[in-house]
């Protein structure tokens, strides 16, 4: 069984900073692309970073140079660390898990990132 558990999200005001952690239960997480998506009221869910195994990071452009995401290898969890937000990043920021080399592909229960202007 494998759970992801997203933490970090709230309230925070254009130019800030906030940290989203995602604790992975199961044994994916050791091959696992992890990745942080996120959906904003209407739209649909977009990529927002994503991390392999090995390191190797891809970030929306509409994030690039304020987003960095991190893995934790020893701990089972994947970081966002999010700054000079904006209120277009104001969404519900899912954590996911996908196995490249089979189907298997976990979520999140999601965690809700607000920016005001």
């Known amino acids: 069984q494998v759970q992801l558990v997203e933490s970090g999200g709230g309230l925070v005001q254009a130019g800030g900073s906030l940290r989203l952690s995602c604790a992975a239960s199961?044994?994916?997480?050791?091959?696992?692309?992890m990745g942080w998506y996120r959906q904003a009221p209407g739209k649909q869910r977009e990529l927002a970073a994503t991390?392999?195994?090995?390191?190797?990071?891809n970030y929306v452009d509409s994030v690039k140079g304020r987003f960095t995401i991190s893995r934790d290898s020893a701990n089972n969890m994947v970081n966002l660390q999010m700054n000079s937000l904006k209120p277009e990043d104001t969404a519900v920021y899912y954590c996911?898990?996908?196995?490249?080399?089979?189907?298997?592909?976990?979520w999140g229960q999601g965690t809700q990132v607000t920016v005001s202007s």
């Open positions: 996911n898990a996908r196995h490249p080399l089979s189907t298997l592909n976990y």
């Open positions: 199961g044994s994916i997480f050791r091959d696992a692309i």
């Open positions: 991390i392999t195994k090995f390191g190797v990071t």
